[in-house]
């Protein structure tokens, strides 16, 4: 008897209280001897910090780790995607490119704190292509010209690009066990 894989729903956005719970669900199965996972992503991004994270610690554990769309996966969340050592997606998806942003609120900033944050932004977007590119057929320059471009592939055009290997609907097997995985912004009361 095979055992199927666990199957991770992640129905969020990627910060840190999302990829702690998605790293702690990992942790407690491979420590019961699981090593098979799907995760099932539809996330509009979010930090970049904790995408590639998240996308190192999955890439670097005793697992098979098989990612599917399941919606839209989009900026950091591409690379999330990538941790699949195959990536599948449904029919009526899509996933988003994009460059890299910084906030600023109210400071007030020297020339080498500008000069610093532009630094931190370069090299997030050379880490975020490097990383689509080490999954894909498209070299690092190409995946920089598409974030630039705000590029937005449907399935079809994810398989050419060999980030999808397979599009498909049927995302688990009957009868397995399902964790959950999602984030709900609290209401404010008025």
């Known amino acids: 008897m095979s055992i199927k894989p666990v199957v991770i729903k992640f129905f969020a956005p990627i910060i840190d209280t999302t990829i702690n719970a998605l790293m702690d669900a990992v942790d407690q199965k491979l420590r ?49 995607f990538c ?36 630094k931190g932004l370069r090299i997030d ?17 190409e995946v920089i010209a598409a974030m630039s471009e705000r590029t937005t592939l449907n399935p079809e055009e994810a398989k050419a690009w060999g980030l999808v290997h397979e599009i498909k609907s049927n995302l688990f097997e009957a009868g397995s066990e399902v964790i959950s995985i999602q984030f709900q912004q609290s209401k404010s009361l008025s």
């Open 32 to 80: 019961r001897g699981i090593s098979n996972f799907i995760i099932l992503i539809s996330s509009p991004g979010g930090s970049v910090f904790h995408g590639l994270s998240a996308y190192n610690y999955l890439k670097g554990i005793p697992a098979k780790i098989i990612t599917h769309n399941f919606g839209s996966v989009d900026s950091i969340g591409v690379v999330l």
């Open 125 to 141: 977007i050379e880490n975020i292509a490097k990383v689509i590119s080490e999954n894909t057929n498209k070299n690092i320059e």
């Open 83 to 118: 941790a699949g050592l195959k990536r599948l997606s449904v029919p009526q998806a899509r996933f988003l490119l994009h460059g890299v942003r910084t906030s600023f609120r109210n400071e007030s900033l020297e020339e080498k704190q500008l000069e610093e944050r532009l």
